[in-house]
Antibody, heavy 117, light 107 residues
Framework: QVQLVESGGGVVQPGRSLRLSCEASGFPFNKYGIYWVRQAPGKGLEWVSLISYDGSNKYYGNSVKGRFSISRDNSKNTVYLQMDNLRPEDTAVYYC??????????WGQGTLVTVSS | DIQMTQSPSFVSASVGDRVIITCRASQDIDTWLAWYQQRPGKAPKLLISTTSNLESGVPPRFSGSGSGTDFTLSISSLQPEDFATYYCQQAYDFPRTFGQGTKVEIK
């Protein structure tokens, strides 16, 4: 069955960096794009980033453009989200999700990132 | 960016009620719209893609309609497991954007 497992969350000070990982299984990983979506405590969903199946195309939300970078290693079935210059407003649960024709059909359980001094 | 606006933000309803949630896009998105359900403490779940295509395993009491800028999610007879927050999402352009959510609570 399809599984996505996020890791790498934690507490970090403003201005510092963190790298999240999303390890996938149960589907041909190298044929699908992967999204990152976040949800601040008590708030709605915010689309963060998308990487295409081969890593050749990358897209970012306006609030993270220039600070976050998405990448993937198809040999490890893993997508990464490098988050630099973190701000308190980046505090959220970060979900990765599998792309299916522009929609997000399977989601991981999320990893919590807290940006606080 | 395409703005997605849901209404209402909150619905109080009883088991068996019909519930309709609307989603309006700030520009024409054709039928590139999805609906997600999120139960408390859980990840979102894709219910409907491309405006009206029900995902496998989703009960037929859920349905979606619309095109262009105006869309609806209908739940024909609310069940206890349907009490959750629902989000629309446009897949027409980048950045992808979600509506602010509609929370369906038990009356």
């Amino acid at each position: 069955q399809v599984q996505l497992v996020e890791s790498g969350g934690g507490v970090v000070q403003p201005g510092r960096s963190l790298r999240l990982s999303c390890e996938a299984s149960g589907f041909p990983f190298n044929k699908y794009g992967i999204y990152w979506v976040r949800q601040a405590p008590g708030k709605g969903l915010e689309w963060v980033s998308l990487i295409s199946y081969d890593g050749s195309n990358k897209y970012y939300g306006n609030s993270v453009k220039g600070r976050f970078s998405i990448s993937r290693d198809n040999s490890k079935n893993t997508v990464y989200l490098q988050m630099d210059n973190l701000r308190p407003e980046d505090t959220a649960v970060y979900y990765c999700a599998k792309d299916r024709g522009h929609f997000l059909d399977y989601w991981g359980q999320g990893t919590l990132v807290t940006v606080s001094s | 960016d395409i703005q997605m606006t849901q209404s209402p933000s909150f619905v109080s309803a009883s088991v068996g009620d019909r519930v309709i949630i609307t989603c309006r896009a700030s520009q024409d998105i054709d039928t590139w719209l999805a609906w997600y359900q999120q139960r408390p403490g859980k990840a979102p779940k894709l219910l409907i893609s491309t405006t009206s295509n029900l995902e496998s395993g989703v009960p037929p009491r859920f349905s979606g309609s619309g095109s262009g800028t105006d869309f609806t999610l209908s739940i024909s007879s609310l069940q206890p497991e349907d009490f959750a927050t629902y989000y629309c999402q446009q897949a027409y352009d980048f950045p992808r954007t979600f509506g602010q959510g509609t929370k369906v609570e038990i009356k």
